[in-house]
């Protein structure tokens, strides 16, 4: 079994900051890619930014400049740094992690999710 669990979201005023954390746990030989996605009120799930094992970043347009994804490998854990957020940056924000289960196979999971909300 692996968890995924997310914190550090919350209320922030536009043009503010905010750091998520995702940390991974569980039995997994090793984790691949691990990324942050977010999902507003009547929108899909769109992809936030993701880092590979050898701190490959990919990150949304919408993003680039204002948000850096990290990870530390010894603890299994990915970071968000937001800054400069702005209200359409307000959804609810999912950790997803790609982990090796075994030769051969790998699983990815996803946490609950934490809200950020950006408003005056």
């Known amino acids: 079994q692996v968890q995924v669990v997310e914190s550090g979201g919350g209320l922030v005023q536009p043009g503010g900051s905010l ?29 936030v930014a993701t ?20 990870r530390d490998n010894a603890k299994n854990t990915v970071y968000l740094q937001m800054n ?8 609810v924000y999912y950790c997803n992690a790609v982990v090796s289960l075994r030769l051969e196979v790998r699983g990815a ?3 609950q999710g934490t809200q950020v909300t950006v408003s005056s």
């Open 51 to 70: 880092i590979t094992s050898n701190d490959n970043t990919n990150y949304a347009d919408s993003v680039k400049g204002r948000f850096t994804i990290s």
């Open 84 to 91: 400069s957020l702005k209200p359409e940056d307000t959804a």
């Open 19 to 47: 750091r998520l954390s995702c940390a991974a746990s569980g039995r997994f030989v090793s984790i691949y890619t691990m990324g942050w996605y977010r999902q507003a009120p009547g929108k899909q799930r769109e992809l």
């Open 109 to 111: 999971y996803w946490g």
